[in-house]
């Protein structure tokens, strides 16, 4: 089956402690991106990838990381989180051409940073 | 970074009804696309548009490419309680996608 996967799907933890969502696709995707969600804000973009060794920054990169060394993960990282990191992350996934690839979008990573 | 104003905010209606809502950008996209969330879940495409005043439909859902490039709306027809949910629209150029608020639709059986 044709997936985003996205682990863990909860996730409480404490300020400064360093943790890591990891993302993982199945449909030979290039393009990966996380995005957070947050009430009556909608979905904004943290980091994107177009390829392997390949990421940019989104519309909120502070206080996150990306990297892409393989085609199917694309992991984010929080080094130091802190209480404004409280939120739902999603990964999504397309392939890179163009106008005809919509996004396809993990189940979600529900983070609290206490 | 750039918002697209979706509205209402959220909606509550009865069974059976029709709903409508918009997105409106101050930017032109190339793409307008229509998600929908279930509780818990990720957003699930539902429509995408990809010429300026495209109407498509599918199934009860009807959505339309704004002739601007500017806007675009989605209408539910015949409401039934599984169209609960949280729905997004999004404005794609190239491969910057841009979310609405969304909308919080509520159904009264």
């Known amino acids: 089956e044709a997936q985003v996967t996205q682990n863990p799907r909860y996730l409480i933890t404490v300020t400064g402690k360093k943790l890591t969502v990891t993302c993982s696709q199945n449909m030979n995707h290039e393009y990966m991106s996380w995005y957070r969600q947050d009430p009556g804000l909608g979905l904004r973009q943290i980091y994107y990838s177009m390829n392997v060794e390949v990421t940019d920054k989104g519309d909120v990169p502070e206080g996150y990381k990306v990297s892409r060394k393989e085609k199917r993960n694309f992991p984010l990282i929080l080094e130091s989180p802190s209480p404004n990191q409280t939120s739902l992350y999603f990964c999504?996934?397309?392939?890179?051409?163009?106008?005809?690839?919509?996004?396809?979008f993990g189940n979600g990573t529900r983070l609290t940073v206490t | 970074g750039q918002q697209l104003n979706q509205s209402p905010q959220s909606m509550f209606i009865q069974e059976g009804e029709d709903v409508s809502m918009n997105c409106t950008s101050s930017?032109?996209?190339?793409?307008w696309l229509w998600y929908k969330q279930d509780p818990g879940e990720g957003p699930v495409l539902l429509i995408a548009l990809y010429k300026a005043g495209e109407l498509t439909s599918n199934g009860r859902l009807t959505a339309q490419f704004g002739i601007t490039r500017k806007d675009s709306f989605l209408n539910i027809s015949a409401s039934i309680p599984s169209d609960v949910g949280i729905y997004f629209c999004a404005g794609q150029r190239a491969q910057k996608l841009v979310f609405g608020q969304g909308t919080r639709l509520t159904i009264n059986p």
């Open positions: 999504a996934s397309s392939f890179l051409t163009g106008l005809n690839s919509p996004l396809h």
């Open positions: 930017s032109i996209f190339n793409t």
